[in-house]
């Protein structure tokens, strides 16, 4: 399906899909990424529908939600989310999908050390494929089997803000169980796209329509940008 998920080019869209006008102004697509089992799913799910699924599937190549919600500072997004599969054998589909993100969620699994080792291939498969200005925030999931037990933990909260300041990702432990840090990892992410995105005030592109340059107060920041499709 193709989409527009252009949101600096186009303001105060009217969703026409659910029965009545909603106004919002502007349209960001995320993505979540992270090895299979870590739980993207189940955040989804808790945040777009307040439910947390009893026995998910693993997830088959992509699907996305929406959720129009307002930021403090920014008015109303409509949030796109899209949650991709973790296994490897859907990860030249899943890829495909990145393009035009702004934001992406990238998830491990606090009680299993080989999702965090993941974290950079999945940061930069990210970089590679999103928009070039993509916020991202690490998510270290599943901290309420830590909480029942501590032995359960591999990652150290300190690992995964050091990485995450490294890296400058915004970082949360969330348990999509019990709804610990859901909404904040999402709603911090949409905001500090807001607010970085509000800095660009000049876009170039070329002769196909594709954004070359995004420039603040006339300087370049982003420049040679391949947005592809
Ligand atoms: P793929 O679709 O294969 O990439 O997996 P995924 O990352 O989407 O994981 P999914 O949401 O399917 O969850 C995998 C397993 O972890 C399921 O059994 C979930 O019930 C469980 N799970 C997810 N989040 C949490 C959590 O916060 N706490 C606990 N205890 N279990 C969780």
């Not at 699994?109 to 940061?123: M, P």
């Not at 348990?175 to 660009?200: C, G, P, T, W």
Request: aromatic residues 8%; proline residues 1%; hydrophobic residues 35%.
């Amino acid at each position: 399906m193709t989409m527009n998920t252009d949101e600096i080019v186009a303001n105060n869209f009217t969703d026409e899909n659910i029965g009545y006008e909603i106004r919002y102004d502007h349209l960001y697509k995320i993505i979540i990424i992270g090895d299979s089992g870590v739980g993207k799913t189940s955040l989804l799910s808790k945040y777009i529908k307040g439910v947390f699924p009893s026995s998910p599937l693993p997830t088959i190549a992509i699907e996305f939600a929406t959720k129009i919600i307002q930021i403090k500072e920014g008015g109303f997004i409509k949030a796109q989310i899209w949650d991709t599969a973790g296994q490897e054998k859907y990860k030249s589909i899943t890829s495909h999908h990145y393009r035009k993100a702004v934001g992406g969620l990238i998830v491990y699994d606090i009680t299993k050390r080989t999702s965090f080792d993941n974290v950079l291939q999945w940061l930069s498969d990210l970089k590679n494929n999103a928009d070039k200005g993509c916020i991202c925030a690490l998510v270290g999931n599943k901290i309420d089997l830590v909480e029942k037990n501590h032995r359960f933990r591999e990652v150290s909260e300190d690992e995964g803000k050091l990485l995450a300041k490294k890296y400058e990702m915004l970082f949360y432990e969330t348990s999509a169980l019990n709804n610990q840090s859901v909404n904040d990892a999402f709603e911090d992410l949409l905001q500090k796209i807001y607010i970085e995105r509000r800095k660009i005030t000049i876009i170039e592109k070329d002769k196909n329509n594709n954004v070359i340059n995004l420039k603040t107060k006339g300087n370049i920041i982003k420049n040679n940008i391949n947005i592809c499709c």
